[in-house]
């Protein structure tokens, strides 16, 4: 489904429920098949959530995760402790072109039997679930922090618990201390000092009922809305202060771009502050909240200001090359975006091109970044089912704050 997306001179201030975090969901979703008396409530209504519950109530050897990263690099440790069970895991056609050696290589070290089945070092994978003989690990901890999370997940499971050494500078830190902070809401220990990763073994625990937090990287699209708008608000919930989730960072990058956060009890306020844009030029660094980069980079460009993003080394084995397809698709609007291996500059640009067709690679957050560009062009977005995968209620959602979204 391609929809066109006319421009509005402004929107109209609303209230919001937004879906449960995806990345909280997955882990608690992992945490209940092992000790079923956990309850979770607010779980995510998106995709990954929907298909990572699918796989955990699954008999079949082939196991089909489509496009959900959490959900293979969590089901690649699940499965592979399950003794006696063996699984195929397989994904989209993307899954396969996304890296999982390193979390493969680890389990090796615990003992564990995976093999490939096309490519070496990518999905689709054939494991042998096993219970594993040692309880010490080491892996290469700059790539993907998925592969750490998915150990310390299955770790409170093994007999003697597990130590996770982590080798070179750690991406992603805040979703490893997600999953640290899971683990303990639910009765687990852990720590995690410097390179090193400890989680206690445990046999049981006591009913939990653990309430998700909303999805922040949901929030970055009306964080963008704001900043892109006039004078207006929005109001979105279930919010905590005290966040698990990296992408919170928003409240106070946003700042910057004119965007004022509140928080009441468990809501927050977006508003629209008038007053000099602080432009994001000097450097910003979000290997601590690599989700928001697309958000970010469009906002900027939709506010004609310049921005410099570093930290972005995990964006190319993400959903799609999320910084190819940032420069792409800006590129089309007429803006000038250079890349590295690592970090995306955007040069300010006085005007912005109307009826260009953003494609969006298979990539949720490529069409939910660019949507709020309506606020000052008309645009096409293609593909914008995929929004799903994360938030399914993204279109809907915007028509209530007043957009004008048809099917093209
Ligand atoms: O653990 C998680 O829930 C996630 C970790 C991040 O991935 P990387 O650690 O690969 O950057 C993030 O981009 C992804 O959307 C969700
Ligand atoms: C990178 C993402 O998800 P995953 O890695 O779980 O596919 C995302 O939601 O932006």
Redesign the pocket.
């Known amino acids: 489904m391609n929809l066109k997306l006319e421009r509005i001179p402004n929107i109209e201030s609303n209230t919001l429920q937004i879906t449960g975090s995806?990345s909280e969901t997955n882990r608690l979703l992992i945490l209940q098949a092992l000790y079923p008396n956990i309850g979770i409530e607010n779980v995510s209504n998106s995709d990954?959530s929907e298909l990572m519950q699918k796989a955990l109530k699954s008999d079949e050897i082939i196991v089909d995760i489509h496009?959900?990263?959490?959900?293979m690099r969590f089901l690649t440790a699940y499965f592979a402790v399950k003794n006696g069970r063996e699984t195929i895991l397989t994904g989209s056609k993307r899954m396969k072109e996304r890296p999982i050696k390193i979390l493969v290589e680890a389990l090796e070290q615990l003992g564990c039997e995976i093999g490939y089945e096309n490519e070496h070092g990518y999905p689709p994978i054939r494991i042998k679930g096993k219970r594993p003989e040692t309880n010490s690990v080491s892996l290469q901890a700059n790539v993907s922090s998925?592969y750490i999370s998915a150990l310390m997940l299955i770790a409170p499971s093994l007999p003697n618990g597990l130590e996770i050494v982590l080798e070179g500078k750690v991406t992603s830190v805040p979703y490893i201390n997600m999953t640290l902070s899971l683990l303990s809401d639910v009765g687990i220990k852990g720590v995690f000092n410097d390179n090193k990763i400890t989680i206690n073994p445990c046999d049981k625990i006591s009913p939990k009922n653990i309430v998700v937090e909303s999805d922040w990287?949901s929030a970055s699209y009306f964080y963008s809305i704001v900043a892109l708008s006039d004078n207006t608000s929005v109001t979105i919930g279930s919010y905590k202060k005290q966040s698990y989730q990296g992408d919170a960072k928003l409240a106070e990058i946003y700042k910057s771009l004119g965007v004022e956060t509140t928080f009441d009890q468990n809501t927050i306020t977006l508003k629209k502050v008038s007053g000099k844009l602080n432009k994001l030029e000097e450097g910003l660094d979000l290997s601590n909240s690599p989700?928001t980069a697309q958000t970010i980079a469009v906002t900027c460009f939709g506010l004609g200001i310049g921005c410099y993003l570093t930290g972005l080394h995990t964006l190319k084995i993400?959903?799609t090359d999320r910084l190819e397809a940032l420069k792409n698709e800006i590129e089309k609007l007429g803006g000038q975006v250079h890349i590295t291996e690592n970090s995306l500059r955007l040069e300010p640009s006085e005007s912005i091109k109307k009826d260009v067709t953003i494609a969006t690679y298979h990539d949720?957050?490529m069409a939910m970044a660019f949507a709020p560009l309506a606020l000052k062009t008309s645009l096409y977005v293609e593909d914008a089912n995929v929004v799903s995968?994360?938030y399914p209620d993204f279109w809907l959602d915007l028509k209530k704050l007043g957009f004008k979204i048809l099917e093209a």
């Open positions: 995806k990954d496009h959900a990263g959490t959900a998925q990287s989700d993400k959903e949720h957050r995968k994360s």
